[in-house]
């Protein structure tokens, strides 16, 4: 079953239309439900105004005030509130809630609706953040802060032949899921809450609801429903939705079904954080790395959300894939008036690599290096100790990876002729590459507090399910999850199925964030198929030897005979994994995946616009355990990586997202993109199952460095911020 590209068992309920979404399912008597929000980014809350020719009687209106538990989005600083009451920290924020049983006349009373504001003087940068602190907020702004260190960097500067100094900045981008947010709820204070929507963390909506209506666990259930897509942007906005929902069916005593169009969830939903990085970094004559001192800045917007997960993958990446006696990174997320920022694909990494794999490059040519060679002198090598001290135990070979990556390229043939090309010629030709890191699973302790649990169930036909909180987002995970659980007993893989998570059967095996879902919800799975199998067996149904047959009629008769059939796992730690969290130091992740990437541009001289010709992905993700689907995963999330690199621009204006549709947010189509050449490099993870590594996130990581080296390589021009816009190619080139 594993190593094989079988179909996906989401597939075919897709194509035929047979699939639910949000939008498809209705329950009768229901009502659909609006939002009224913030139109400023600060302000008190004077009053609310209804039109007087709206008969507002027919309406459910929910305010602050309806709220049966606290108001408050359960997340890790539990600071947003559901509804804004008497002031607001952000533009679109809700302040109420309607809902009627004709989404037009739901739509027509929300524009009859003002809400008075005064408004208060707004942060609506990162620049303007380090200014008004103190002044704005009238308490500290930051929301987390995060120092890591090794070594001793201030004595490593007298020690330099020379010191290199670079500021990079990266910009928001809307996560732009095929399917916006959407949510279904029926709630009553008898029969408790049970929402059914898009999402991905069930847990998290499950504990947000609890704390919300001051509910106990076994009063609300989560279920999801098909999720045209997340990419960390249905990680904790789903909460809330959930909650508008909810809190709507509450109060009308009827099912409510809320579901944003695009316009809204682009305005009013979590995006990548922006970010402000500075690298100074003091080399050797032969060029090698003796100090890194890095401070990281991110805009988290007006709540915490989960900026601090985001700000410490941002700190424990920065210094990526090098040996450096002497690594100072020095973070922090602040607090401005934009709406809250949250996951994006690779949560802090992206922007901090970005950063470092530019800077890398700058360092390399300044010091008379090849920007392959420079790298090659300052790779991590096994024993080799990271920035938070963490002992490089995984057999990684970093110069052949890279070699590798050059010769499926052909970098240095590419290089050279690129160097030779007429310099009167309009269109100019650049290569460049970028190495790169990314943690599997959640950072430090994380994994060891989730204590996640899997299981697996025998049914009375002798199949088997798989039970897990993993969201199936479009990533595979059910597929992924089948084919291990398949593998295990030895079954043909139709025999196996893995129902969307439900918390009222499935146990919480933890959020489906973090490239976790195949190497460590995995892991728990096999072990409970092999726990079950032990059950069979020590109850005299099944020899181990026995087959797919055998197997199906002992799972028949035990259930018959014995009751349900059921067995799980639960998650410790791989030996000689740990963390101090005080200390931020330790054993970061139980693995990484490593990876180099190689970009080919054309730059044009005429239109100042840049387009990625050729595009090389190498990656080393241990056992890979579906070909096809992570072939797709890779080639997705470099598509996503080009469209933040050269053209995904959020404008703001006055805190709100100005051009909040498709129409003039300019994502890559097909045709934008190149050929995308994906490669695997396989060294079996000894703690994963069957040997896999987490991929999905792995590929945002390097694709913007990798181009700007290019484009920088082909004009000669360094350029520090994603993303780069013609117009900061024509300001470069004829300023």
Aim: charged content about 20%; glycine content about 10%; overall charge negative.
């Amino acid at each position: 079953m594993l190593g094989k590209p079988v179909p996906r068992k989401d597939g075919l309920a897709k194509i035929t239309g047979q699939a639910r979404y949000a939008g498809d399912v209705t329950l009768p008597g229901m009502l659909h439900g609006v939002t009224v929000r913030s139109p400023v980014p600060r302000g008190r809350i004077r009053a609310i105004r209804y039109a007087p020719e709206i008969d507002w009687h027919e309406f459910t209106l929910v305010t602050a005030q309806d709220i049966p538990g606290c108001n408050v989005i359960e997340l890790i600083a539990c600071d947003q509130p559901c509804l804004a009451e008497t002031a607001v920290n952000h533009a679109e924020e809700p302040v109420l809630l309607i809902a009627h049983p004709d989404l037009g006349m739901a739509g027509k009373a929300r524009q009859s609706v003002q809400v008075d504001i005064e408004p208060w003087p707004a942060v609506l940068s990162i620049e303007e953040a380090l200014e008004a602190r103190h002044v704005v907020w009238g308490e500290d702004n930051v929301l987390k802060r995060i120092t890591l260190e090794q070594g001793e960097v201030d004595r490593a500067w007298d020690e330099a032949a020379s010191i290199w100094e670079g500021h990079y900045q990266t910009a928001a981008q809307e996560q732009l899921y095929l399917e916006p947010n959407g949510m279904l709820a029926v709630a009553s204070p008898e029969e408790g809450v049970t929402v059914w929507g898009s999402l991905q963390c069930p847990y998290y909506v499950h504990r947000a609801l609890c704390r919300l209506f001051g509910l106990p666990e076994h009063k609300v259930r989560v279920v999801q429903l098909e999720t045209g897509g997340g990419f960390g942007g249905k990680e904790d906005y789903p909460s809330m939705i959930a909650g508008h929902a909810a809190l709507l069916a509450w109060k009308s005593g009827r099912p409510v079904r809320l579901i944003y169009d695009r316009a809204e969830d682009m305005a009013a939903t979590t995006k990548r954080h922006p970010a402000r990085i500075r690298h100074r970094t003091a080399v050797s004559r032969e060029g090698k790395l003796l100090a890194m001192d890095i401070e990281l800045l991110l805009d988290g917007g007006a709540y915490t959300t989960v900026s601090p997960v985001v700000l410490s993958r941002a700190v424990i990446h920065a210094a990526g894939v090098y040996a450096c006696p002497n690594v100072r990174v020095r973070g922090a997320a602040l607090a401005t008036n934009h709406p809250p920022n949250g996951a994006f694909r690779g949560f802090g990494a992206p922007q901090s690599l970005f950063a470092l794999e530019c800077h890398m490059d700058e360092v390399a040519r300044g010091v008379g290096l090849d920007p392959d060679e420079f790298r090659r002198r300052n790779f991590l090598q096994p024993g080799d100790a990271m920035a938070t001290g963490q002992i490089v135990r995984e057999p990684i070979d970093l110069p052949a990876l890279l070699q590798r990556a050059l010769e499926l390229s052909g970098y240095h043939q590419k290089r050279a002729r690129f160097a030779l090309d007429n310099p009167t010629r309009m269109v100019k030709k650049g290569i460049g590459l970028a190495c790169f890191l990314h943690g599997a699973g959640f950072t430090g302790s994380g994994e060891r507090h989730l204590q996640s649990v899997a299981a697996v169930e025998a049914t009375g036909e002798g199949g088997l399910r798989v039970l897990a909180s993993s969201a199936e987002i479009g990533q595979g995970a059910r597929t992924v999850l089948a084919q291990i659980a398949a593998q295990t007993l030895g079954l043909p893989g139709d025999w196996v199925e893995v129902p969307p998570p439900d918390t009222a059967e499935a146990p919480d095996s933890g959020p489906t964030v973090a490239s976790r879902t195949s190497m460590i919800v995995g892991k728990l799975v096999q072990e409970a198929a092999l726990a079950l199998r032990q059950i069979l067996a020590g109850a005299g149904y099944l020899d181990q030897a026995d087959g797919p047959e055998r197997f199906r009629a002992a799972c028949a008769r035990y259930t018959r005979e014995m009751g349900p059939l059921r067995a799980s796992s639960s998650y410790s730690p791989p030996p000689g994994v740990h963390w101090d969290d005080a200390a931020f130091r330790g054993d970061a992740y139980g693995a990484f995946s490593w990876a180099v990437y190689v970009a080919e541009v054309s730059v044009d001289l005429a239109t100042y616009e840049v387009r990625v010709d050729d595009f090389v992905a190498l990656q080393e993700v241990g056992h890979v355990l579906n070909p096809l689907l992570a072939e797709g995963q890779i080639q997705g999330g470099v598509a996503q990586a080009i469209g933040w690199t050269l053209s995904e621009n959020v404008a703001w204006s006055n805190g709100r997202m100005a051009n909040h549709r498709m129409t003039d947010y300019l994502i890559p189509t097909a045709g934008d993109l190149p050929p995308l050449r994906v490669y695997f490099e396989e060294k079996p993870y000894p703690h994963g199952p069957y040997g896999a590594k987490g991929l999905g996130e792995l590929p945002t990581d390097g694709p913007a460095p990798a181009i700007l080296n290019a484009v920088s390589s082909a004009l000669g021009i360094r350029f520090r911020q994603v993303p780069l816009l013609p117009e900061h190619l024509e300001e470069a080139l004829n300023g």
